[in-house]
């Protein structure tokens, strides 16, 4: 605090009484001298805690490089590198560009560039500082401008800034100017400037206009090409094109020329450009490259190969955090969630640290799960460690609530990161439709209809994002949770998803608690002429016409669905108590404690009985779970079952029932959605026990 605020005399001072101190307190010290410009004191500090065996980290030699770097310290500046060699953290891009800032600084402008060509990690800092270094060098010696001089400048142009822009256009002039413009290491730079800015075209011309074209500049062209943000589908064929052109003239294809053609084959339409190009990395012994690994298990991932992938990633010589997160996402994506937990664990006993899309995939799995403990660990892990402000952990954090029925958590989530649309942009946070869908969601499970509504229309509205199946399917529940099926229904004709049955099964759950027969068999008609080996859709029409007393109409859905070899899905509901899951059938005893948790469910029947005149008591899986998680969980700890069939109307009654009776929170999660028991005052209001 003393630090951040310019007080040094007072950090020090308090540094000074602690009898215990810890790198994060010798950083902290060391920063605040050296940002203050008291490099003296940052050198002194650092001399110091060597002396006392403080075990430096990347952020404490940073500091002092600055430190030297001020002072024209050249030897402790050297001295420093070799203490970054021997700790075996001079590849990190924090401390390559504080040694080349202290060696241009220090007026060794050919020990920067040095360090910079042998740097396997670059970005604008590095070449900004580089730049710094040649432009202080020539107004002291008028040292002349060369073709590396100027592909340095357009490579620190690269960046995003406005006065970046400026200077590399002026840069372009100049080299035109003195007669380098066509010059291959100023071609490189200019084309990575070019398609870093997007000026595709502009870098298709100056590529095609080029005397000599090495396996670098197509390196370029082919990264450019296939980049996060691509300005026409056709990049990505074209990238291929080039890399034919490379094999064609004989170019030996590098590792990375390999890792940017598996991006495009992820982007195109087909597998078998991706087969093909493999085929090349096995022929070059490139397969065990940890990017190379990524890319090849996107490819595979993508084109549902799930294990093709899986083979990629045990394959990989060097896993890291990228291929790791490959294979979780990989998992997530082709609907394998325990999978891509199990994963996960094994990522962090290996050791591995995760980043913000390792943690957004896992999250993703756990929303998909209902598994709110594991969720919440990784949420826990992601404020330890930073990632939670990211947009892209945002996003699953949303979701992974709101899937899990805890509305509440949800929407903290989302107040803590945006508080409202003004925060937002402020924080330059914009929402994308993986956060719609989170709101939307818990703005169906909690009844929100206005709220609901007013984001969906946002959505479109405000930040011009187009609704999927997913979204509208949010917003036909939340219409049909409200009782308003007409209009849920003519939402669904005028969506444009009418013929996904994803979107019909939302309404046909509302039709049935609101007891529209007529309407539930039209719609469940339509859901099983789209998908008619699907056994749900049949189970839940014979339910609704049981429960309307409709049981010749109720045996004619069973009588075809035998005729079609149409099996019902076994009920399987589940209950995570520590590292255990235990899952119960209807009417099963398997479980250990079986004995005690029929005992305890009959004995919440009664409870329920006493203020209930009709119960309908039977063994639903799902009530077996709930009886255990009252048996072992703590009053305090909210229950959370996951079924993987619909719940049927009883139990979703009994569950409220139950959550009253016994005063506990009661979280039910399943297909359609999660059933969350609100607080017992609502409840008694509810069943009139006041």
């Given at each position: 605090m003393y630090c951040k605020c310019g007080d040094l005399e007072s950090a020090h001072l308090l540094f000074d009484?602690?009898?215990?101190?810890?790198?994060?307190?010798?950083?902290?010290?060391?920063?605040?001298?050296?940002?203050?410009?008291?490099?003296?004191?940052?050198?002194?500090?650092?001399?110091?805690?060597?002396?006392?065996?403080?075990?430096?980290?990347?952020?404490?030699?940073?500091?002092?490089?600055?430190?030297s770097a001020h002072l024209g310290d050249l030897k402790m500046g050297i001295m420093i590198h070799g203490l970054v060699v021997v700790s075996g953290v001079s590849s990190q891009v924090l401390l390559t560009n504080s040694l080349i800032d202290m060696y241009a600084k220090c007026g060794r402008i050919d020990l920067a560039r040095l360090v910079l060509d042998h740097s396997h990690e670059l970005d604008e800092v590095s070449w900004n500082s580089l730049l710094s270094g040649y432009v202080h060098l020539d107004a002291q010696r008028g040292v002349q401008i060369n073709g590396f001089a100027l592909g340095s400048i357009f490579k620190a142009c690269a960046g995003s800034s406005d006065y970046s822009s400026d200077f590399g256009s002026i840069a372009h002039g100049f080299a035109v100017k003195v007669g380098l413009e066509m010059d291959v290491v100023v071609c490189g730079a200019m084309l990575d400037k070019f398609l870093k800015r997007g000026a595709v075209k502009k870098?298709?011309?100056?590529?095609?206009?080029?005397?000599?074209?090495?396996?670098?500049?197509?390196?370029?062209?082919?990264?450019?090409?296939?980049?996060?943000?691509?300005?026409?589908?056709?990049?990505?064929?074209?990238?291929?094109?080039?890399?034919?052109?490379?094999?064609?003239?004989?170019?030996k294809p590098s590792k990375f020329t390999f890792s940017s053609v598996l991006k495009a084959c992820n982007v195109i339409v087909g597998f078998e450009p991706g087969k093909q190009i493999h085929a090349q990395v096995l022929k070059h012994n490139l397969q065990k490259d940890e990017f190379i690994g990524s890319g090849l298990i996107d490819l595979y991932s993508n084109n549902g190969l799930i294990e093709d992938g899986l083979r990629c990633f045990d394959s990989t010589y060097k896993q890291d955090v990228v291929s790791w997160t490959s294979m979780i996402s990989g998992f997530v994506q082709s609907e394998q969630f325990e999978r891509a937990c199990d994963l996960f664990h094994k990522l962090l006993v290996s050791g591995q640290k995760p980043d913000e899309f390792t943690l957004s995939s896992v999250m993703s799995a756990c929303a998909n799960l209902a598994i709110a403990r594991t969720g919440e660990q990784v949420h826990s892990r992601s404020m330890k460690t930073g990632f939670n402000n990211f947009t892209v952990c945002v996003n699953s954090l949303i979701f992974m609530y709101a899937k899990s029925g805890d509305i509440d958590a949800a929407a903290k989530a989302f107040s803590e990161t945006c508080d409202h649309d003004v925060k937002m942009k402020d924080y330059g946070f914009v929402p994308n439709s993986v956060i719609f869908l989170g709101v939307l969601t818990a703005c169906s499970h909690g009844g929100l209809l206005d709220e609901g509504l007013r984001s969906f229309d946002s959505m479109k509205r405000d930040y011009n994002l187009e609704p999927n199946v997913k979204h509208y399917a949010s917003i036909v529940d939340l219409l049909g949770r409200a009782g308003k099926l007409p209009a849920a229904e003519d939402l669904i004709l005028s969506s444009g998803f009418a013929s996904d049955p994803v979107i019909w099964k939302a309404l046909l759950g509302s039709c049935r608690l609101h007891?529209?027969?007529?309407?539930?068999?039209?719609?469940?008609?339509?859901?099983?002429?789209?998908?008619?080996?699907?056994?749900?859709?049949?189970?839940?029409?014979?339910?609704?016409?049981?429960?309307?007393?409709?049981?010749?109409?109720?045996?004619?859905?069973?009588?075809?669905?035998?005729?079609?070899?149409?099996?019902?899905?076994?009920?399987?509901?589940?209950?995570?108590?520590?590292?255990?899951?235990?899952?119960?059938?209807?009417?099963?005893?398997?479980?250990?404690q079986s004995r005690d948790i029929y005992s305890k469910l009959e004995e919440m029947v009664r409870g329920v009985k006493e203020t209930e005149e009709q119960?309908?008591?039977?063994?639903?899986?799902?009530?077996?779970?709930?009886?255990?998680?009252?048996?072992?969980?703590?009053e305090s700890a909210p229950i959370r079952v996951m079924k993987n069939l619909r719940v049927c109307r009883d139990c979703h009654t009994m569950m409220k029932l139950f959550s009253y009776s016994e005063r506990r929170e009661i979280v039910l999660r399943d297909p359609s959605g999660s059933i969350a028991s609100p607080g017992a005052h609502v409840l008694a209001?509810?069943?009139?026990?006041?």
């Open positions: 009484r602690m009898t215990k101190r810890n790198l994060v307190s010798w950083n902290s010290l060391i920063s605040g001298y050296s940002l203050i410009g008291r490099y003296q004191q940052t050198l002194g500090l650092f001399l110091e805690g060597r002396s006392m065996e403080m075990e430096p980290d990347r952020f404490t030699y940073a500091g002092v490089l600055r430190g870098a298709i011309e100056t590529f095609k206009l080029m005397p000599e074209q090495n396996v670098i500049v197509f390196n370029t062209m082919i990264a450019g090409l296939c980049g996060p943000d691509l300005e026409t589908s056709d990049q990505p064929y074209y990238a291929l094109s080039l890399f034919s052109d490379m094999k064609r003239r004989g170019m007891g529209d027969v007529n309407r539930a068999a039209r719609v469940a008609e339509r859901i099983i002429e789209l998908n008619p080996h699907e056994s749900s859709s049949y189970v839940l029409l014979y339910n609704i016409y049981f429960d309307a007393g409709e049981r010749l109409l109720a045996d004619n859905v069973r009588n075809k669905m035998k005729k079609l070899g149409v099996k019902k899905e076994p009920g399987l509901s589940w209950i995570i108590i520590g590292p255990i899951v235990h899952s119960f059938t209807a009417s099963d005893k398997s479980h250990p119960v309908v008591q039977n063994f639903h899986s799902e009530r077996l779970a709930v009886a255990l998680g009252m048996m072992v969980l703590p209001w509810i069943t009139g026990n006041k």
